[in-house]
């Protein structure tokens, strides 16, 4: 027979007890394409994979759930000591504990072969009669007890269960869309597959030599403690942030500028390199507003003198009217205005004769804010106040709620080439 499904606790059924009983079944029967009769009389099909066991069916997938959510617990209660563990929340003493024991079965890797053995111990010393029954040991040393094998339907544990199913299933998606981004450079969907099968060819080869150099021992401790040190406390509060605003981040736009100047230069024809080049630039201003003008009406904008259709937030139609406009040539953002220098949104202006944009390229930001002495933000947005001065790489907090609000810049480039030709004007859409 089919095995049978999750008990029930013999109580007083509730509606929210009954909703949750309910709701496996909901969920499956929502879903589009799945019969709603099938094999349920414990007759499994001839396939020898797991996956194609039993025939696609509402039952059948509704009676397994409720088992597994029923059974799910000790993985979930396993999983939030190993990251109490290595998020320090057990104190410095546990996972210091932990860390030494892992540093030394790194040094002597053979005592691994008796792990199985320590782990069966461990559980029996754990639930020996002579230790307290109800669990309030671990209660007292902060560890929550380990989940009873008996789950019934409706109670807290289980929908403690289905809480973390339920979490469960949002990071493997988060994950799987992270990684999913990565795979058109891997499918030949860019144009940086090329690069990076070459990247890849060439440092498989230099690393077999090395293979027999490397420490495996030393490695494999640094490796194994790295993550405690990166999700101690004091690295997340302070040390990270520390060095990744005065190293990573100018280190990784850098090098993210510099391997785009390569691609460019690789799409570069015989005519660009035979002529003279240079590069031009244009500013992007924007303006936050503090204040919606949908939900004020007409106090928001008497108050900031905005200009356009002003909504919460960062937009270029919360310039004011009279100041600079969301596109300028000048670094301080008027020169070239009064001269015909105004740039639209399509980023089109005319160049002086005989020069010419370089056609196998587009506008790029200025992510390093080289500009600018403070430097810029990931995206490479300046911040300043409501009369542009005081730049900064990320906005004051009390810039956000003074009347006038805060304002951003940033620099795009585009590099030009010496044609000899008469005026080139060219329209570039901007995304």
């Known amino acids: ?116 053995n320590t782990l069966l111990v461990a559980i029996l010393l754990s639930t ?30 289980w929908q403690a269960n289905l809480q973390g199913i339920q979490n469960l299933m949002g990071f493997v998606s988060d994950v799987d869309d992270a990684i999913l981004s990565l795979l058109p450079h891997l499918t030949y969907q860019t144009p940086y597959t090329p690069l990076l099968l070459t990247t890849s060819v060439i440092t498989l080869l230099l690393s077999i030599p090395l293979v027999y150099l490397v420490p495996f021992r030393l490695a494999a401790l640094f490796l194994g403690l790295f993550p405690f040190f990166f999700t101690h406390p004091f690295a997340q509060s302070t040390l990270l942030p520390a060095v990744n605003t005065t190293v990573i981040s100018p280190s990784w736009k850098a090098g993210f500028s510099w391997f785009y100047r390569i691609l460019d ?93 370089v056609e196998t390229e587009d506008w790029r930001p200025d992510i390093t804010g080289s500009w600018s002495p403070c430097g810029a933000d990931d995206s490479g947005w300046i911040y300043t106040n409501d009369a542009w001065l005081d730049p900064r790489p990320t906005p004051l907090e009390e810039w956000k709620t003074l009347t006038g609000g805060m304002t951003r810049r940033r620099r795009w480039t585009h590099r030009i080439y010496y044609t000899g030709s008469p005026t080139d004007t060219r329209s570039f859409e901007f995304e």
């Open 1 to 116: 027979m089919y095995p049978s499904l999750a008990p029930t606790e013999p109580t007083t059924s509730t509606p929210a007890k009954t909703m949750l009983s309910n709701l496996p079944a909901m969920l499956l029967a929502s879903t589009v394409g799945i019969p709603t009769s099938g094999n349920f009389s414990g007759q499994r099909s001839s396939g020898i994979l797991i996956s194609t066991r039993d025939p696609l069916s509402i039952p059948i997938t509704t009676a397994n759930f409720r088992r597994f959510v029923s059974k799910v617990g000790p993985i979930f209660w396993l999983q939030d000591r190993i990251e109490e563990i290595l998020t320090w929340k057990r104190g410095w003493k546990v996972t210091t504990v932990w860390m030494a024991v892992y540093a030394f079965l790194c040094f002597f890797p053979r005592l691994i072969l008796l792990i199985p």
């Open 128 to 157: 020996y009669p002579t230790r307290v029954a109800d669990g309030s040991q671990d209660a007292k040393n902060g560890v929550s007890p380990a989940p009873s094998p008996q789950v019934f339907e409706g109670t807290a544990v």
């Open 265 to 357: 230069d690789d799409k570069l024809e015989d005519k660009h390199w035979r002529a003279e080049l240079r590069q031009v630039e244009v500013f992007e201003n924007e303006r936050w507003n503090p204040h919606s003008r949908e939900a004020s009406g007409s106090t928001a904008s008497a108050i900031s003198g905005l200009s356009g259709s002003g909504l919460i937030g960062w937009g270029k139609y919360n310039l004011k009217s009279g100041e600079r406009k969301a596109w300028t040539r000048g670094r301080d953002g008027w020169s070239g205005v009064a001269e015909g220098g105004d740039v639209s949104s399509c980023l089109t202006f005319a160049l002086d004769e005989g020069w010419s944009f």
